[in-house]
């Protein structure tokens, strides 16, 4: 095994060390869980009899208790691309799992927000706080205490998240996730953006527009491009939470039914009463989080996963921030360029070489722990492997040694970059997250007079009148957890691509989000303390100068300091209405910052 690199091994350390007490607490509970806890042997004749009541052919397996009963979280539906695969997965898996003598019920559905349909539009402001609804979701689902293990079904933005938060709290339960793999490659995604450009120019038409859009998101299957949904696939595989090789295998294959026909039969192996017990709540430690945050600095992935990476460690009793992630990218090298950090999609990242070879030569390189429990055998080694078809038999074989295209994929030792491109940027307007992967390191440093919104729309409309085309930083505020859900400010990318296009230095501050596919535009997102809660970001003014570095890691407006202390926040909008937002009123005002993951579930819960 290489030697790990000097600073994962420093930012692991102090991981664990910030997480000691809640760490313990949390080792200490799943193991109360699994001794103390709800599950099939304390259930009432009664609780049990409801429990098999409607499960068919399964009904004596799951009576008597002699069978492994796999429960499945499903977060299935047919209006999300990725997710409309799904639908006919519980009834193979019942299949799979008769054949290694389990049974399988599923436990539970979350809902699953399709970010895709929503951007843009009032319901976006639902979307950070899905994840908790769907953490909480999946506990409801397995609080029957009728399962031994866990097949999770999901992909998209939120869903890992909150699947993996809500699972964790059941950390004595063995889980796996299952994967169903992205559509195949439609219209190229640079063409597709520059269709958007021309757009919001005015230069085609809505119908135009919709052509590009639907020869993009063709058929079922995720999203191609690199955003928070293959992002969370990477993170599975560094994780160990797959069976090795699942996340970019298309729908509808021989070779992705294999894959899950592999995944409840290693559940049979790995479950409660198994021969090779391997809980979630161990197989998630702190060196599997840090594999989490190298897996994503080296592929260049999503920006949200600054905020879900610290949710998913606190539902585990780990804390990390972002100035870990801040340390990890000075020595973690990028190594992937996918759209939109590069030209080439997911599926040319797969036959490039894909994550087989990401974790091979990353472990190599000391940059990954090898040594975590995974789902699948030994440690992360097996995921330095993929799997092909032989003679219609599942195999694993070496990764290629040598990457297929070198413009999207490269080792360590000649990466793309040497750092892994998101950057912590703080000063005296808050701590912000800067994903410099994307951008040219010319624009890295922009010190320029802002222009300042509540509300992209406004930003937009502004642009279209023309009263963008300068040198100006963009500042849309009260759009933090507190303030109304975070929203994703998608609709500002095509714009401010023109303006840079058009040769003004330009760049995006706010205490929201970006898309997790942000673009080449320099943003500082999710910019912390939000201006609900009290951050300086309320107080700028139309003109005042801010300077924003990636290099230095700076984030500061540049007016006299006596003049800022005077000067008074701007108010806070009232809330929004409409669309169910009222509903998530008590989220909002629970939610804790940005970098803590803008989760009130967990705040309110002490986590």
């Known amino acids: 095994m290489s030697k790990l690199h000097v600073t994962v091994e420093a930012v692991t350390a102090r991981i664990i060390q910030r997480s000691k007490l809640g760490r313990q607490a949390y080792l200490d509970l799943i193991a109360k869980q699994r001794d103390a806890g709800v599950n099939r042997p304390v259930l009432s004749c009664g609780n049990l009899a409801h429990g098999f009541a409607a499960s068919g052919e399964d009904k004596a397996a799951i009576r008597d208790g002699k069978a492994m009963n796999i429960g499945i979280i499903s ?32 436990a539970g559905s979350t809902p699953a927000m399709c970010d895709g349909v929503t951007q843009g539009q009032d319901s976006m402001e639902l979307s950070l706080f899905s994840r908790d609804v769907i953490a909480m979701a999946t506990a409801v689902g397995l609080s029957h205490g009728m399962f031994e293990s866990v097949a999770m ?3 998209c933005d939120k869903i890992v998240p909150g699947l993996l938060m809500g699972a964790l709290r059941f950390g004595h339960l063995p889980t796996i996730l299952v994967p169903a793999g992205p559509m195949p490659s439609g219209l190229a995604n640079k063409e597709k953006q520059r269709v958007r450009q021309l757009y919001a ?26 955003g928070t949904a293959n992002s969370n696939q990477m993170m599975m595989e560094v994780m160990g939470l797959h069976i090795p090789g699942s996340a970019f295998i298309n729908p509808g294959t021989k070779l992705r039914t294999e894959l899950t026909r592999a995944a409840v039969h290693r559940l049979s192996e790995i479950g409660w009463d198994g021969d090779d017990y391997r809980p979630l709540g161990l197989c998630v430690d702190e060196k599997a989080i840090v594999n989490a945050c190298v897996g994503l600095l080296a592929t260049g992935g999503s920006t949200n996963h600054a905020l879900h990476i610290p949710a998913i460690a606190r539902a585990a009793g780990i804390n990390i921030d972002w100035e870990d992630l801040d340390q990890l990218s000075s020595a973690v090298p990028l190594i992937a360029r996918v759209y939109p950090n590069g030209s080439g999609d997911v599926n040319h990242f797969h036959a490039a070489g894909g994550m087989g070879y990401v974790i091979r030569e990353l472990i190599d390189a000391g940059l990954l722990h090898r040594d975590i429990m995974t789902v699948a055998g030994n440690d992360l080694g097996d995921y330095g492997r993929e799997p092909v078809l032989e003679d219609e038999k599942l195999v694993w074989r070496d990764a290629p040694e040598v990457t297929a295209d070198d413009t999207m994929l490269r080792p360590p030792s000649a990466p793309f970059s040497p750092d892994g491109g998101m950057r912590l940027v703080t000063g005296n307007l808050g701590r912000a997250t800067f ?23 406004d930003a937009l409309a502004a642009f279209k009148a023309g009263e963008l085309d300068r040198d100006v930083i963009v500042v849309i505020r009260f759009q933090g957890p507190a303030a109304n859900g975070m929203p994703e400010l998608h609709k500002l990318t095509p714009c401010l691509g023109v303006l840079q296009d058009k040769g003004f230095n330009v760049a995006l501050v706010t205490d929201g989000r970006m898309s997790g596919a942000s673009g080449k535009v320099p943003a500082a997102i999710h910019l912390s303390p939000e ?10 003014q139309d003109g005042d100068i801010v300077r924003l570095c990636a290099n230095t890691g700076t984030l500061s407006v540049l007016v006299d300091a006596d003049i800022w ?43």
Request: aromatic residues 8%; contains cysteine.
């Open 75 to 106: 977060a299935y539906n047919d209006m999300l691309s990725a997710h409309q695969p799904y639908g006919r997965y519980p009834e193979q898996m019942k299949i799979f799992a008769r054949e290694v003598g389990a049974t399988a019920q599923v």
């Open 435 to 457: 994903k410099t992967s994307a951008v040219d390191p010319a624009r890295w440093k922009i010190e320029a007079p802002v222009r300042v919104f509540h509300d992209q729309n």
């Open 153 to 155: 079904l999901g992909i």
């Open 531 to 540: 201006g609900a809660r009290g951050g300086a970001i309320a107080k700028l």
């Open 565 to 607: 202390s005077s000067r008074a926040p701007a108010p806070t909008p009232a809330r929004h209405i409409g669309t169910g937002r009222e509903l998530f009123a008590l989220m909002q005002a629970g939610a804790d910052e940005a970098e803590k993951g803008g989760s009130a579930m967990l705040a309110v819960a002490g986590l």
């Open 201 to 226: 120019e005015g230069k085609v038409g809505r119908a135009e527009l919709l052509e590009a859009e639907a020869a993009s998101y063709h058929s079922a299957g995720t999203c191609t491009f690199y």
